[in-house]
């Protein structure tokens, strides 16, 4: 008798494509995913549906447009479908293991179909005498500092002098020595999340499964495990450095051009995130294959957004942009009898799910709007011709629902041509990716009229068929819940979030 398929996905937060091995970056962030590239698909131009992590995800679980249940729903509403509850049907044991990403919890209905479902958001570093001691002295300094920089400012440039002696001075003597990296660090790393999964595997042996790990070693603040930084040969840079790094690279009164002195070492940072992941994701597929499951699992490894390193003048991953190293992210996917290569068309992550379903034999629930690619896949053919992103340029805050409400960001991605309507100032951006990869020059408004024309058509087919295919009963559980959550009291809403978070 044939056994059913398991199915693992692995998802990294803010991994870029063009920071993967298999994609052709050249320092050693991935080498066991460029090993196990060799035996399966990769995807050169896989497209997320919305940036950043809130505006992402609903097209990866759920198979749907993030503001598919109107822009003042943000996640999974109770009761919708998605790969976990199709899983959970079909008999698979369930379990998400997500690295204290405060967007993919029970509050946004991300727990759902999942029999086991951990988020970590409990998750405390040990912070030490060192980093409170650090705190009063800032405090001590707070009622000063503001006197002084009042001054400062109100007199032309003494004010970014004064901004820069200040953080130097932080930096450099009032704060005391750094704790370690691990005691820097926000989010559990991905050992941790690797030895939850294969406990859990190892108590489910001989039931198939699904399996999702979400890791954030990449995001920032960017404090990678020390052995991470080593296996990338950087280890000279220790807690110290790399705080000083972070808070220089978050600096709020600074212009691209002086944040660019420290940009290759941040990138070396990121890049070692990336790489203990990579360590991490070998031990992973070592226990499955420990385990006899390997050979009968469908697994992909793929991230929510990217980043951006100054490539636009920005950092991290706004909400405010859909550029190319935000929305393009790696998508490998192996499967047994699926042939190995690289697929070169646009791939929406919109189709993800269902493709994964349909690899491990699974029905895919009749409300997913993507579909399946499985059989063109396997007979090594095209995907689609193009990709839709969206999000609300405004929404750094997911938690106010007045941040959802503003204006919405759209973009139509093909091989060659993207077009990006911002509707918060009636603009319409066209780009030639093949002339212009980085997204520098907007062609002419006279330029390529029949590829502008077929965008602009793409964009309001979208629109409208969002607006068509709304379903009401999911639109008002979502709200609803948002309601009385907010009627319990048990939200209380955070300060606004930096980008970081976002």
Not at 66 to 82: F, I, K, M, Q, S
Not at 205 to 225: E, I, K, N, Q, V
Not at 306 to 333: A, K
Request: with cysteine.
């Amino acid at each position: 008798m044939k056994s059913a398929r398991s199915l693992v996905l692995i998802t990294v937060d803010c991994f870029r494509a063009d920071h993967a091995g298999f994609l052709g970056y050249p320092l050693p962030t991935t080498p066991f995913l460029d090993s196990l590239a060799t035996e399966s698909l990769t995807f050169s131009n896989a497209i997320v549906a919305g940036a950043p992590t809130y505006f992402s995800f609903p097209a990866v679980m759920a198979s749907r447009y993030p503001l598919g249940l109107g822009r003042d729903v943000v996640g999974l509403a109770p009761g919708e479908p998605t790969i976990a509850s199709a899983s959970n049907e079909a008999g698979h044991a369930t379990a998400a293991f997500l690295a204290a990403n405060p967007y993919l919890s029970p509050h946004f209905g991300y727990d759902a179909g999942f029999s086991v479902f951990q988020e970590f958001l409990d998750f405390d570093t040990a912070t030490g005498p060192g980093v409170s001691d650090s705190a009063k002295s800032t405090r001590r300094l707070s009622r000063w500092n503001q006197r002084l920089a009042k001054v400062s400012h109100a007199t032309g440039p003494v004010g970014a002098l004064y901004d820069e002696l200040y953080f130097q001075y932080c930096q450099r003597l009032a704060s005391v020595p750094a704790p370690s990296l691990d005691q820097l660090r926000r989010f559990p790393a991905a050992d941790v999340i690797v030895d939850h999964a294969r406990d859990w595997l190892t108590g489910i042996a001989g039931r198939p499964f699904f399996l999702w790990a979400h890791f954030m070693d990449p995001h920032s603040p960017y404090y990678p495990r020390r052995e991470a930084l080593e296996l990338i040969g950087h280890d000279s840079l220790d807690a110290s450095r790399a705080r000083y790094l972070n808070s220089y690279w978050n600096r709020g009164d600074l212009g691209a051009s002086r944040l660019r002195r420290h940009r290759k070492d941040i990138v070396t940072l990121y890049d070692a995130g990336i790489r203990w992941v990579d360590a991490q994701v070998a031990r992973l597929v070592d226990t499955l294959q420990g385990l006899g499951v390997w050979e009968n699992c469908v697994m992909a490894v793929t991230a929510d957004h990217g980043e951006e390193f100054l490539d636009h003048g920005g950092r991290y991953h706004p909400p405010s942009t859909v550029s190319e190293e935000l929305v393009r992210v790696p998508l490998l996917l192996r499967a047994p009898g699926l042939p190995p290569g690289t697929a070169g068309a646009p791939f929406s992550l919109l189709h993800l799910a269902p493709t994964l379903l349909d690899l491990a034999e699974v029905p895919a629930p009749d409300s997913f709007r993507g579909r399946s690619h499985a059989a063109l896949l396997e007979a090594a053919k095209g995907g689609e011709n193009d990709a839709v992103i969206e999000c609300i340029a405004g929404c750094e805050n997911p938690f106010v629902v007045e941040d959802r409400l503003q204006a919405r960001l759209l973009a139509v991605r093909e091989a060659r041509y993207k077009m990006v309507l911002d509707f918060s100032s009636a603009t319409e951006r066209l780009y030639d990716l093949d002339a212009d990869p980085g997204e520098r020059r907007p062609l002419p408004p006279g330029a390529e009229k029949p590829a502008r024309r077929r965008l602009l058509d793409r964009a309001r087919q979208h629109i409208s068929d969002a607006v068509q295919s709304r379903d009401t009963e999911h639109r008002m559980a979502a709200r609803l819940r948002d309601l009385r959550l907010a009627a319990s009291a048990r939200i209380v809403q955070p300060h606004r979030p930096d980008l970081r978070l976002a």
